[in-house]
T-cell receptor, first 109, second 115 residues
Framework: KNEVEQSPQNLTAQEGEFITINCSYS?????LHWLQQHPGGGIVSLFM???GKKKHGRLIATINIQEKHSSLHITASHPRDSAVYIC???????????FGTGTSLTVIP | KAGVTQTPRYLIKTRGQQVTLSCSPI?????VSWYQQTPGQGLQFLFE???????NKGNFPGRFSGRQFSNSRSEMNVSTLELGDSALYLC??????????????FGPGTRLLVL
């Protein structure tokens, strides 16, 4: 069983829709990251969370430490949001990242 | 500020050869982490260096090694290449070790193909 599970694996949305990507983890963590990877490979770190909620533009990330769950929301989705979104957790012990398998998002105009 | 740079961007090698990949972090960043990404396994952590010391290592065989220089530039080496080493190798830099919850900045990656 993976330490980090993401859902859904694939997601297709119409432009303007509200999107939610979920991440569940099974280990104690010191932080959780949401990453965005565009075709071609480049990765951008979107958020780093250890509690609560963060917002950046149309992106919102939340984390519930007790439930070991995080969500990434995209409001008013746009075709340029099409990418793979990856959840990564930094374990409390071990000092290394564990990654989810990613959610491939396609936003259709 | 210039971003994280990785060289080379693409590389083709044959089984049994060795390869060295280079990563130059953002100016002022002292922590460099390396990751392997394959279609089957996804992203996996290789190792992290801070101030020329390896702080952490993932579950990879000893054929995978790395080092960091005094200017924070890092190299990773893979010896006796296997077909399964074909992957995108990413490095990421941060101001301080990732344990301190620093944001990581990723390079564009080196795509390695082993024939």
């Amino acid at each position: 069983k993976n330490e980090v599970e993401q859902s859904p694996q694939n997601l297709t949305a119409q432009e303007g829709e509200f999107i939610t990507i979920n991440c569940s983890y099974s280990v104690g963590i010191s932080a959780l990251h949401w990453l965005q990877q565009h075709p071609g490979g480049g990765i951008v770190s979107l958020f780093m969370l250890s509690s609560g909620k963060k917002k950046h533009g149309r992106l919102i990330a939340t984390i519930n430490i007790q439930e070991k769950h995080s969500s990434l929301h995209i409001t008013a989705s746009h075709p340029r949001d099409s990418a793979v979104y990856i959840c990564a957790v930094m374990r409390e012990a071990g000092n290394q990242f564990y990654f989810g398998t990613g959610t491939s998002l396609t936003v259709i105009p | 500020k210039a971003g994280v740079t990785q060289t080379p961007r693409y590389l083709i090698k044959t089984r049994g050869q060795q390869v060295t990949l280079s990563c130059s972090p953002i100016s002022g960043h002292r922590s460099v982490s390396w990751y392997q990404q394959t279609p089957g396994q996804g992203l996996q952590f290789l190792f992290e260096y801070f101030s020329e010391t390896q702080r952490n290592k993932g579950n990879f065989p000893g054929r995978f090694s790395g080092r960091q220089f005094s200017n924070s530039r890092s190299e990773m080496n893979v010896s006796t290449l296997e077909l399964g080493d074909s992957a995108l190798y990413l490095c990421a830099s941060s101001l301080a070790p990732t344990l301190r919850k620093e944001t990581q900045y990723f390079g564009p990656g080196t795509r390695l193909l082993v024939l």
